[in-house]
């Protein structure tokens, strides 16, 4: 009582009730319901995050320094030992028996050239680059290596390390690299697109989308599964 008389001896009391209001419920003023959501999905992180005791100080030391750990970041392996750790074409090439040439080119067994990924909207790709996407994907499927990279995602998503913190977009654009590369070591050509759902947004009604149909990502049914 005595904290309210203060404070509203110093601002209005509707004024306070309004900040306390805000205080309680940060995302009380998104524009949209689903901006709310995410808002509200974000403190939650925010919150578990703050919520875990501190981590303790260790100092990883590289290998081969006796009477030191060994233990060091795969991310940071002088040599890979997987197509994941590759951070650049020339490495790439390697794992999917490709040869480079003096220029820096990569051929591939094939013939064809090896070049970066060109991420497309999912509208925007071609019949023939959607039907390779699609076929990769079932193929990483039925191959179990699908459902590695969902465990790790899923593990993720509790462990309160890259849903919870800065580490969500470095964490997810390193996750994205891993699954785009799982996909070209099947058909080197496929990449990984996305969906523009602002073009979906304006819609009356969302679910009438032209994403929703079997030429696209397939159709839902009376329950809005897909």
Known sequence: MLLLFISCSILPCNTVADLAQEFL????DAPSVSARVICNQLHEWDRQA???PPVGSFAVS???IPGRSRMIAAQLAPITSTPYQCLDLECLCIYLRGQTQVNGMCYLPDGSRLTKATRKEYRMLTDQERK???NAL???KRSGEYDKLALIHGRAAVSGGAH???AFLP???EFIKRFEIALRQIDP???IPYWDSVLDSGLPNPQDSVLWTNELMGTTDARGAV
């Open 25 to 28: 419920n940060p995302c009380a």
């Open 50 to 52: 703050q919520a875990k």
């Open 189 to 191: 050509s496929v990449s």
């Open 62 to 64: 590289p290998p081969a």
């Open 171 to 173: 964490w997810h654009r």
């Open 138 to 140: 079932i193929q990483l």
């Open 164 to 166: 919870s913190g800065p």
């Open 132 to 134: 390779r996407f699609h």
